[in-house]
């Protein structure tokens, strides 16, 4: 079992400052480049997807409803979204 201390949060643990994009983007780079699953893996988190952990999320169905789990798409430029997704569409019109 870890303690908050283990952690690094908690009362006796100071906040780190913010990032500089350089500071960030070296962490990010550095994460990026160890993936644990070896280099060549394409599956990422899906290999936490085993047969026991598929049997133990099948054994919690209870309705057989389907849930959607799809965030909607926001269009609107808002304060947390400065580029809003775009929305595009192709008409395809054939005379008869």
């Given at each position: 079992?870890?303690?908050?201390?283990?952690k690094?949060t908690?009362p006796?643990?100071?906040?780190?400052?913010?990032?500089s994009k350089?500071e960030?983007?070296?962490l990010?780079d550095?994460?990026?480049?160890?993936?644990?699953?070896?280099?060549?893996?394409?599956?990422?988190?899906l290999?936490?997807?085993?047969?026991?952990t598929?049997?133990a999320a099948a054994r919690?169905?209870?309705?057989?409803r389907?849930?959607?789990?799809g965030?909607?798409i926001?269009?609107r430029?808002?304060a947390?979204?400065?580029e809003?997704g775009?929305?595009e569409?192709?008409?395809?019109?054939?005379?008869p």
């Open positions: 079992m870890t303690s908050s201390r283990d690094g908690g006796g643990h100071a906040l780190p400052g913010r990032m350089a960030f983007q070296e990010y550095r994460l990026r480049a160890q993936p644990p699953w070896g280099p060549a893996d394409r599956r990422g988190a290999n936490y997807l085993t047969p026991a598929m049997l919690e169905v209870k309705l057989g389907s849930v959607s789990l965030d909607p926001e269009y430029v808002t947390d979204n400065p809003p775009v929305r569409a192709l008409v395809v019109y054939r005379q």
